[in-house]
């Protein structure tokens, strides 16, 4: 089973739409959980960290199941510069410091 | 958010040839990363360096690659003799402040192209 999986996507949604998307990952003692957004051969930028009461930036929201082991992020009002593949990363503390990622969800707006 | 560069943005090089790719934090930092994503897969962590030494490596980090921190700043990371299947894009990323757990910022990547 993969450390972090994603649905590759891509999800296409109309502006203004909102879209949710989940991540599982297998490792009962990740501790800390991230979402980044990676624009196309750019590097991967902080999106927010997940808490466990789950939180809201503006228009993105992430939410962490820690008895089902996943994560997820809705984003509302979708906008054109939404665009991305938003990346499902874990930090386990046993593990060291490395963040171990998942492949990517495909996020296309569309006009 | 901390800042970092990385040069060169882009390099080609031949099969068996040494190339060194290198991070330059804005500021003061103990904690660096070295992350590779070959194209189309994920991101996948190569090693980590804390207080001038190597904390972990993964698998792929093997005797080909090295790192250091020639002058306090600069941090490198050295592949000593390329194969093709170096290619992908190397991201630097260096340890957020106070942020919960590890937050790691990453610098925009160096595409390594090797022919």
């Known amino acids: 089973r993969k450390e972090v999986e994603q649905d590759p996507g891509p999800f296409n949604v109309p502006e203004g739409a909102t879209v949710a998307f989940n991540c599982t990952y297998s490792n009962s003692a990740s501790q800390s959980f991230f979402w980044y957004r990676q624009d196309c051969r750019k590097e991967p930028k902080l999106l927010m960290s997940v808490y466990s009461s789950g939180n809201e930036d503006g228009r993105f929201t992430a939410q962490l199941n820690r008895a089902s082991q996943y994560i997820s992020l809705l984003i509302r009002d979708s906008k054109l510069s939404d665009s991305a593949t938003y990346l499902c990363?874990?930090?386990?503390?046993?593990?060291?410091?490395?963040?171990?990622f998942g492949g990517g969800t495909r996020v296309l707006v569309k006009p | 958010e901390p800042e970092v560069t990385q040069t060169p943005s882009h390099q080609v090089t031949q099969m068996g040839q040494e190339v060194i790719l290198r991070c330059v934090p804005i500021?003061?930092?103990?904690?660096f990363y070295w992350y590779r994503q070959i194209l189309g897969q994920k991101v996948e962590f190569l090693v980590s360096?804390?207080?001038?030494?190597?904390?972990?490596k993964s698998e792929i980090f093997d005797d080909q690659f090295s790192v250091e921190r020639p002058d306090g700043s600069n941090f490198t990371l050295k592949i000593r003799s390329t194969k093709l299947e170096d290619s992908a894009m190397y991201f630097c990323a260096i340890k957020g402040g106070s942020q919960r757990g590890d937050t790691q910022y990453f610098g925009p990547g160096t595409r390594l192209t090797v022919l």
């Open positions: 990363v874990v930090w386990v503390k046993a593990a060291g410091n490395k963040l171990t």
């Open positions: 360096f804390y207080n001038n030494e190597i904390s972990e």
């Open positions: 500021s003061n930092h103990l904690y």
